[in-house]
């Protein structure tokens, strides 16, 4: 895994919880970044002696009260004093609201994405794929937007010109299946280059024509992104979680995500994921 | 791989082609079935001498027009003579045109379904998928179908109660997703005793929840199908297309797929199978 970026820092917002702190822990011993832990101090020092762990390794700001640790970590993110942020032991909704305050937030005018990066020896590179988690029914203009974080995310990666394949069932368009539609006018869209710049996408392209080239070679598909995708675009929410837990759990590809979209990328690990998905995502929240 | 059934016969519409007569050789050699090859016999002889293949193994039906061997071979399984039929060197939609006749075809007034089969050693058992190539965006009353087609199917194998997963992006109806209704209207059908007998239905559950003990146990999931899922439904085409493509091309699960909803199976297999895949399909319409 790559390391951390110089004075990157992380900022947990609500952090006295065992595994959000080994996770953090963690982080810090493969010097990934800086974990500023945000929360209840006296609680911290409680889990630290249970778990033996030494504290001295993080910055700690303490804010016993969880909306205000959530605040203050957005906060820091907001002035620049952290490079990303990351969920400890708060849910979900309490976190996203105080990360897009309008006011004192983090958001930078686009949709929210999710993307989740995956690595197995049965694939040359690592893949990524997007959105997974968190637009339900994404329409034409989220779906841009979607692609834009990602694109954007993989340029810092050093990926300079990432190849998105737009996922259907099939890989040409039909006038039975909208989604091959849509991707059909997504190609168009970038082409014009008034969007997505920086990338190649094209689509519809069926998964194996996204990863394989015997699936290409034998259906005589030459697209500039077939058989070597870096970014796999789902049409919907439920084809785009089914992809990322067939790879995280029967492929048991190596995973981590992040949400993109905001000024700074945003750690939203849960309690189920595994200590390596957790070290993977708040490495790439460093990273994109 | 299991043996076919004794007197199992499959019939091969179109079969003068390499890839089609080889894969048929196969299945004969592994005592699957008895190939019966329904198309241009002269053709056939030319084809073995190339390849030197002994044509004596299979029973083969001389009829040059494609049109009339897809009937011939219809008719054959029609009349009992051959348990499945096979698509050969035809398109699809040709072959399916003969199966689908209103008088001589194989209709049994249900809905045609895809089921696909997956062996990995990432999961417990053997793992099917539905529907991952008919139907494009099936309503309720065709879900339904699907799933009644799907354990039909596997209890023919000996399944006595198939589990059968219905997949969402998460595991508990949601009112902003619709896809997690119409799983919750379904588990009631279920419960209902009217249809879907013999199975044991859950949803909606996330894949993970579906195949994973660890994510059952995180997240606190007790369902009857939970971490032991034998059959997945995917909502839709494109994430079950998705699924399948994962499975076979990233996770290089040995897969196979058959057509359900008709009288008999129907094996699709094309061009760009592998060889295995041919020989799993075949073996599968001849147990299903």
């Not at 640790?69 to 309490?94: N, P, Y």
């Not at 290409?216 to 979680?241: H, Q, W």
Request: with cysteine; aromatic share 4%.
């Amino acid at each position: 895994m790559a390391r951390g970026k110089e004075n990157a820092a992380v900022a947990v917002a609500v952090a006295a919880a065992p595994y959000v702190m080994s996770a953090a822990l963690e982080a810090t011993k493969m010097g990934i970044a800086t974990m500023i832990l945000v929360g209840d101090e006296a609680k911290m020092k409680n889990i630290a002696k249970d778990l033996d762990m030494d504290l001295s390794k993080f910055k700690i700001v303490d804010e016993p009260d969880p909306l205000l640790a959530c605040k203050k970590a957005v906060s820091m993110v907001s002035s620049g004093e952290a490079s990303s942020l990351m969920k400890g032991d708060i849910d979900t909704s309490t976190v996203m609201r105080a990360a897009l305050d309008k006011e004192t937030g983090l958001r930078a005018g686009k949709k929210l994405s999710h993307i989740a990066a995956f690595e197995t020896p049965n694939y040359h590179k690592m893949l990524f794929a997007t959105d997974c988690a968190i637009n339900i029914a994404p329409d034409f203009d989220t779906h841009v937007d979607i692609i834009e974080n990602a694109v954007a995310a993989l340029q810092n990666l050093g990926i300079e010109k990432p190849k998105v394949a737009l996922m259907a069932a099939k890989e040409v368009v039909d006038d039975k299946m909208p989604v091959t539609q849509e991707w059909g006018k997504m190609v168009e869209l970038h082409k014009s280059g008034e969007r997505m710049k920086g990338c190649i996408v094209d689509g519809p392209l069926a998964l194996d024509n996204a990863v394989s080239e015997d699936a290409c070679r034998i259906k005589g598909i030459n697209s500039p992104v077939g058989a070597d995708a870096d970014i796999l675009v789902a049409p919907t929410i439920e084809a785009g979680n089914i992809l990322y837990k067939c790879l995280s759990f029967i492929t048991k590809a190596k995973n981590g995500g992040v949400v993109l979209g905001a000024k700074r990328p945003i750690v939203l690990t849960s309690r189920a994921d595994t200590a390596e998905s957790k070290l993977i995502s708040i490495a790439l929240s460093v990273l994109f």
